[in-house]
């Protein structure tokens, strides 16, 4: 039992008997991969671009960016617009990138506009901004706002009031709101992930169109206040009561049993909501908070086109039938001229762009060409190139009038004046004539050595001076120098040897200088 066979065998057998989950990692299998996709799930979602257009100041371009958070999250939140951007650039973006519908505010000296349009072409819907309500005004208003992330990952739920369809602009703009939004499917929606609503009301009286954005939760129905903070695990203050029924049974009516007994916003769960007592197939009451942002819309006019376009439909201007086929017309024939216009511009690109390679092809040609140099028939030459018979007085006959080429020379830099050079075996000597003009003078004639030369100045030097003949020069590996730092031959001191050169045998030494 004590061997060490037997013991890694126990071991094993230990090991096995644990219980799984302190064992490995399990492996991962494969799952929802039968599962057919949902045929909502494979249709494109429309997405936006929410942008402004010109100045429109801060509270505007912050209301841009609560409406992004409305349109959340099939859209671009982080959409940057610059000033030298137009129109046309954000649709040529917007093909590849799935973009159905653009949101656009600008302003005026009078109103303010916000334009709803549908790509590629149209139509677009034109509304003045009555008024507007920030998202920070509207929170800041409540007493207690109910936000959270988790509600912007998921689309809202659009909720169209009092809209009718008799009228062929109310049913255009039922329309557009539709697809600006994701459809839902009531047979598979999951309830837990509607939460949030965008409401458009339409008040025929004042022919405004109301929007709201509010957070869905649901409630239990039936439970106090007090049960609903027991639920929560939250603590109360029970100091004013003599028992705990006091609390849970007392005479106050929250807002779920005010509302129970209007019989308003009473639902009946067919799936379970987040939430303590949302269960499936039990009552509970829907309730509503405010998210924002406001905004208090007219509609103005509709366009055939993308922010273009015959005008559909005009709130404030009403023409003729014989006024709107005149314009209809206006609008055809620019249309027309533009197509033509567009197809001009390719044929002169094309054209352009054929004569440019044709040019290239024979400016090749001519590089490669060869002419013949030996005819000096100007004559000739003037029939081959420009094609036609020369002037009779033009050329003389048997002389050629073109220019000699020009021979090209060749510059050598400056030489340098050349070096007074000693006399080698090759008997190479120069003047000293040269020597002589910048202050040289003889020393005698005769060939000497650089040392004898030396030797004869210092002691011709040492012999002048007279007591300063302490400075005794001697011969050492590399030349004549003193013993001293200072001496004659050094130097840093002042006696500084005259710059010699040997030409023609001669010694030579500069003239001293006579004060």
Known sequence: LTSPRVLTWLKTIFRSCIHPLQMGKPRRKK???HVAQDESALSPMPMTFVMERGKVGGALTQLVLDLRQVMEPFTASKL???????????????????????????????????RICRLPRGPTVTFHVKAFCLTREVLSSL?????????????ALLVLNNFTTEDKSSKLVTTMLQNMFPSINIQSVKLAEIMRCALFHYEPSTKTLEFRHYNIRAVPKGTSRGVRRLARAHVPNLRKYQDISEYVLGGNVSESEGEDLAGEGEVTLPQDL??????????STVRLSELGPRLSLQLVKIESGLCGGEVLHHEFVHKSRQEARRLRKRVEEQRRLKESRKRLQEANVSRKRREREAHKQKSLAGQ????????DDDAEWYRQEVGEEPEPDA?????????????????????KKPRLQRQSSRGVKESPGKWKRKGWESRGSGEQTKSESLIKFV?????????????????????????????????????VPPRRKVAGGKVFRRKAKTS
């Not at 007493?143 to 689309?155: C, D, N």
């Not at 003389?396 to 060749?410: E, L």
């Open 274 to 283: 987040p939430g303590r007592g949302n269960i499936k197939s039990e009552q």
């Open 368 to 375: 490669h060409k060869t002419y013949d140099e030996s005819s």
């Open 80 to 114: 940057r617009v610059r000033q030298r951007n137009v129109l046309k650039d954000f649709v040529q973006v917007a093909g590849p990138l799935g973009v159905t519908h653009f949101i656009i505010v600008s302003k005026t000296e009078e109103f303010i506009n916000l």
């Open 459 to 495: 002691s011709r030097r040492s012999r002048q001076q007279g007591s300063k003949g302490d400075r005794v020069p001697h011969k050492s590996s590399k030349g004549v120098s003193s013993r001293r730092g200072g001496g004659l031959l050094s130097r840093k001191g002042g006696g």
């Open 143 to 155: 007493r207690k706002p109910v936000q959270s992330s988790a509600q912007f990952l998921s689309p």
């Open 395 to 415: 050329f003389v006959p048997g002389k050629s009038t073109q220019k000699r080429k020009a021979k090209t020379r060749t510059f050598s830099p400056k030489s």
């Open 31 to 33: 799952k929802h991969t």
